[in-house]
């Protein structure tokens, strides 16, 4: 799925150019050297180093940690905390440095292909081939011709967040299995007030995800070929959503919080991500908001059979230059197996194990929806990867929020959009 | 470049019969006045809209902070944001090591960039403007062009995760040197030859004789770094990664989570941030009063 | 420039050597003083931008060995169409943003200059956007931009317009939006600089100028400006460098949206270098945004010398 970085072949060298390398090579490179190997195993104390973001905010972090110590007394787990914003820029130069921090935690898929591309991440094929027995969600996203460089923990992937009181207040039955032809009614239905009062339908986070990633998972596209055809009739759903009020028009939405349009209840439905659970959990507990929550499946296209949504994994990755790498691996086996799983599932986020056992434990959550509707929700038939790897992703993934952009604030067509999305895209691809 | 002085005198002519302005004059005396308060009152409040903003924010829940359309006056004050920040985050050390680094970056700045600054303008060698404009020039490049070499020099010297990284970075930039320099070839060149004449060497020229004289530069250049210091924040995010050496920049922003954000207390920390400012400025615009760098000219 | 350091004693003109010696006199006294700055600055500053520009010719993934790829770099520029896009909004935003905070930074200093009441708290407040933090900056504008609802375009309804712009949301829109929120947050920055150089203009000027019965206008036109051109030149040369590395502003007021209707090369270096890891083609990039703003600077600077002499 991906492969390494090209490398352009310059002229043949003159003394300059080979003084000039040189030079910048001994200036830039410290990383390529002392690996930390195939160290045996480690004995005694081990301090290991874990980067993360805003340890504070994401709980998940500190019960992981908290359940590998009590598993490995001799081991202490040190956080290096990274802010979350530029988590990416942070790690890439850190690394770039020659940092030794042991495990590094991948926020999204495209940046791990890009450290695995380039050599920074240990080999941990062997780890993933020992656990072939455990369902990991996500786990396919972090194949790199057959090997692997992070094991996934933690799999988050869409749902429809709606508000149950008004709902029932307006006398619909709650959002099961809709198309997304009713879904836009019912958005409709559910708008009313005007000015600082006005209550929406639904909320439409400006993602570009929200329109693509959804019809790619329900209509098998690609979003990386370059033949984007399949966006059409979501695209054309938002819009006319959008048109009717029902949702927050796109240069609005962009500076709302969809947290506020929730928990104030200002939209009656919203699609988004599962990590949304358990900030609501949080919330509602400290008394913070009284929205009556459910969860539903994701709308589907007509006449489909199951629940098909998206979703993307987090997961840890081993540093080539670790200190300690087997205490490392173990750490990672450790955070993607049942007890790391069931660690983090206490807090209100989704793991990326699979079993009956962490879905019963999930649902069993204080505070979580406990109906059928919300089963269902929670246990989808097919979750797609938000956005396929490839040494494209970034570039492509760029072009098509620009010109989702565009489509959105109605300054191109659907149709002009998405053949501006092919162009662009079938350029970069050759 | 020469100092300007020469300029004004022979184009200030006379216009028109001085006695005729003189009625329009005191008739305008208090028209004058409540025009300019008025202009200066409107622009104020333009100018403030975004503070207010923040403030209002800052005494918000977090999910009542972004609404649309924007509600102006909170439906409750929440004044205990600004007791739950310091229990949230150590508010006291960032704020500390926010002072600690824009003082010390200040200073430095403020030393050497005058110091350069009178080899740049009063003393003439060759190179000298080359020189300087290879200064200038290094402004005009993107910080995230050279940020990953300037971070693995940093780190092969073993200043990752300390001070010295950010001092040593942000003490020398050219800004105070330009500054500094474009000041000083406003003092004649004449009072240093004057000194000379009565055998100053040309530090004792500099020590007493320009720095006095160029307090409302030192004044600006001391309030602009000290506010780019205290505001900056992909220096110390990218250098400083013990939580303990964090700046009051970097703990706003830890409010900012993966996929939403505590908007109140990321606005009640920039409330807070900002106080130190105001007190640096209201002390500092003070330098910038007509005849405290003049008063030297006349002699 | 009439230097002093190098005018010769009147009278008695030197002699080839002792003029060289002087001369290395200078050389030593200038470089001394400009020494403790420049170590700081040469090994933190000077070294990292030399290395970046030699990535410019390079192919560097910022892990493995940087290979050689001569021109690769600026001829893959040629055909990138997101360079010349942001090459296009930089210099637009540039033309917007350079002369209208400059008016902006100028009238506030001569107004705030005098001796008003309460003029601390006027020029604290213009300094405020400056300081103010950028998310309450992008959120309020954004609000203030509104096509239905801010107050932006309903003062246009009032006095009379029809066909508004969307402003944010609208390619064609979203850039003048920008530069009015740039130059409204930038323009206290630029105060402060013009006000420490009005300090320098000798009174008496303006006392001879009052005496000559000029009035408010010449004294502006015929003592301020000239007076200030030092300040000015300093002004433009900074206004300059900043506007074409604009960066923060843009990620979050717009992000480059909508489209690509405000990218800017800074804003590409960065997605190039640091997210994308071509940091050989990122550096080529900045090389090129250096030069241009070097020819900009280089020009000011002639014109600058040539009205002094």
Redesign the interface.
């Known amino acids: 799925m991906v492969t390494p970085n090209k490398h352009r072949g310059g002229g043949r060298p003159g003394r300059f150019r080979r003084a000039l390398v040189a030079l910048t090579a001994v200036a830039l490179v410290t990383a390529g050297c002392g690996s930390g190997g195939e160290a045996a195993e480690e004995s005694g104390p081990v301090t290991l180093t874990v980067s993360v973001w805003n340890l504070a905010a994401t709980p998940e972090f500190q019960a992981v940690f908290d359940a590998f110590e009590k598993a490995n007394p001799d081991v202490t787990v040190q956080p290096v905390d990274i802010l979350a914003e530029d988590y990416p820029a942070k790690v890439t130069t850190m690394l770039a440095g020659g940092d030794t921090t042991d495990v590094i935690t991948m926020k999204n898929v495209t940046d791990y292909s890009r450290y695995a591309s380039r050599g920074q991440l240990a080999d941990v094929t062997d780890l993933v081939k020992s656990k072939q027995d455990l369902k990991l969600a996500g786990l396919e996203a972090f194949d790199v011709e057959g090997k692997y460089f992070a094991m996934p923990y933690r799999n988050d992937y869409w749902v429809l967040y709606y508000n149950k009181k008004m709902f029932d207040a307006a006398g619909i039955a709650h959002p099961d299995k809709l198309t997304w032809d009713q879904y836009a009614e019912i958005a409709k239905k559910l708008t009313k007030g005007e000015g600082e009062q006005k209550v929406y339908g639904t909320y439409h986070h400006t993602w570009r995800s929200v329109v693509q990633a959804i019809s790619a998972a329900q209509n098998d596209g690609d979003q990386i070929t370059g033949d984007f055809e399949f966006f059409k009739d979501q695209y054309e759903m938002a819009l006319d959503v959008q048109k009717a009020g029902a949702t927050l028009d796109f240069g609005s939405a962009k500076q709302a919080s969809y947290r506020t349009m929730f928990e104030t209840e200002k939209t009656a439905m919203m699609p988004m991500g599962t990590w949304y659970v358990a900030g609501i959990l949080k919330n509602k507990a400290e008394g913070k908001t009284a929205v009556d929550w459910g969860i539903a499946p994701m709308p589907q296209k007509p006449g489909a059979s199951g629940v098909t949504t998206f979703g993307s994994p987090t997961a840890f990755a081993v540093n080539k230059n670790a200190k300690h790498t087997a205490t490392a691996k173990k750490f990672v086996e450790f955070a993607a197996g049942l007890e790391g799983a069931k660690a983090i599932t206490k807090v209100g986020v989704v793991p990326s194990l699979q079993s009956p056992e962490i879905t019963q434990e999930y649902a069993a959550l204080e505070g979580m929806p406990s109906d059928e509707l919300a089963k269902t929700a929670l246990a989808p038939d097919k979750t797609v990867l938000e956005m396929p790897v490839s040494e494209h992703t970034s570039d492509v993934d760029t072009i098509l929020k620009e010109e989702h952009e565009l489509i959105m604030v109605g300054e191109k067509s659907v149709e002009d959009g998405i053949a501006s999305m092919r162009d662009r895209v079938k350029k970069v691809l050759d | ?2 100092a ?2 020469t ?3 022979p ?8 006695p005729a ?1 003189k009625p329009r004059e005191r008739g305008s005396r208090f028209v004058r ?1 409540v025009a ?2 008025t202009a ?1 009152i409107v ?2 409040a ?6 207010a ?2 403030v209002s ?1 800052s005494l918000k ?11 102006w006056i909170p439906e409750e004050f929440r004044w205990s944001n600004f007791v739950e920040i310091w229990d ?2 150590p508010l006291a050390t960032y704020l500390g090591n926010s002072a600690f680094l824009a003082l010390t970056i200040t200073l430095l700045q403020l ?3 005058s ?2 600054a ?3 303008a ?5 190179g ?1 403007d080359a ?1 300087f ?10 910080w ?13 010297a073993g200043l ?1 995760n300390t001070y010295w990284s950010i001092i ?2 942000q ?9 500094m320099r ?2 000083y ?3 004649p ?2 009072l ?2 004057a000194a ?1 004449m009565d055998g100053l060497t ?1 530090y004792g020229i ?1 020590w007493r004789i320009i720095l006095p004289l160029s307090k ?2 030192l ?2 250049l001391a ?2 770094t000290f ?1 780019n210091t205290w ?1 900056d924040y ?1 220096g110390p ?2 250098y400083l ?1 013990s ?1 303990e050496l964090w700046t009051v920049q ?1 703990g ?12 109140a207390m ?2 009640t920390g ?1 409330v807070v941030s ?1 106080l130190p ?2 007190v640096v ?2 002390l500092g ?10 008063s030297g ?2 002699g | 420039m009439a230097n002093a350091v190098t005018e010769a004693p009147r009278g008695a003109p030197p002699r080839g050597s002792a003029q060289k010696r002087r001369k290395r006199r200078n050389t030593l006294i200038g470089w001394s003083f400009i020494l403790p700055n420049f170590v700081g600055f040469a090994l933190f500053t000077l070294v990292p931008v030399i290395a970046a520009f030699a990535l410019a010719f390079l192919e560097w993934d910022s892990y493995s060995a940087p290979e050689w790829v001569g021109l690769d770099n600026f001829a893959e520029m040629l055909e990138d169409e997101n360079f010349r896009v942001a090459l296009g909004n930089t210099l637009y935003y540039a033309a917007g943003h350079i002369p209208l905070t400059l008016m902006a930074a100028l009238g506030l200093a001569i107004v705030l200059n005098g001796k008003l009441r309460g003029v601390g708290f006027f020029r604290t407040a213009a300094f405020f956007p400056y300081v103010t933090s950028l998310v309450a900056v992008a959120v309020v504008w954004r609000m203030l931009f509104n096509p239905t609802a801010g107050p932006v375009n309903q003062f246009l309804a009032a006095v009379g317009f029809s066909d508004l712009p969307t402003w944010l949301s609208s390619t064609d829109w979203a850039m003048p939006a920008v530069i009015v929120t740039s130059v409204w947050r930038d323009m206290g920055y630029y105060m402060v600089l013009y006000l420490a150089g009005l300090q320098s203009i000798p009174e008496e000027y303006y006392e001879a100028a009052r005496m000559d019965g000029a009035n408010a206008w010449h004294r502006f036109w015929h003592i301020t400006l000239p007076s200030l051109r030092p300040t000015t030149f300093f002004v433009l040369v900074m206004l300059t460098i900043q506007s074409f590395k604009i960066l923060d502003l843009i990620v979050v007021m717009t992000d480059g949206g909508p489209g690509r209707s405000t990218l800017v090369l800074a804003q590409l270096v960065y997605r190039e270098g640091i997210v994308e890891g071509h940091f050989g083609y990122s550096s080529a990039i900045a090389l090129v945004l250096f030069v241009i703003v070097l020819s900009v600077t280089v020009v000011q600077f002639r014109l600058n010398e040539r009205r002094n002499r």
Do not use: H
């Open positions: 470049m020469t300007l002085r300029a004004p005198e184009t200030a002519r006379p216009v028109g019969p001085p302005t006045p300019t308060y200066l622009v104020a333009l100018v403030l809209v975004p503070f903003w923040m924010s829940r977090d999910n009542e902070v972004l609404t649309v359309p924007i509600q949230r985050i030393l050497t960039g110091f350069a009178y080899g740049f009063k003393v003439k060698f060759p000298r020189l404009v290879a200064y200038i020039a290094t402004i005009a490049v993107p995230q062009a050279y940020m990953v070499p300037q971070y693995i020099m940093m780190q092969n990752t040593l970075l003490a020398f930039g050219a800004f105070g040197v330009f500054l474009q000041y070839t406003t003092i060149d004449e240093c030859e000379r040309e500099y409302p530069a004044a600006s309030l602009l506010v505001n992909m995010f990218i990664t939580n970097l706003i922003r830890s409010f900012v989570g993966q996929y939403d954000a505590e908007f990321i606005m920039a900002v400012i105001l400025f209201l615009q003070r330098y910038f009063i007509r005849g405290i760098a003049t000219l006349k």
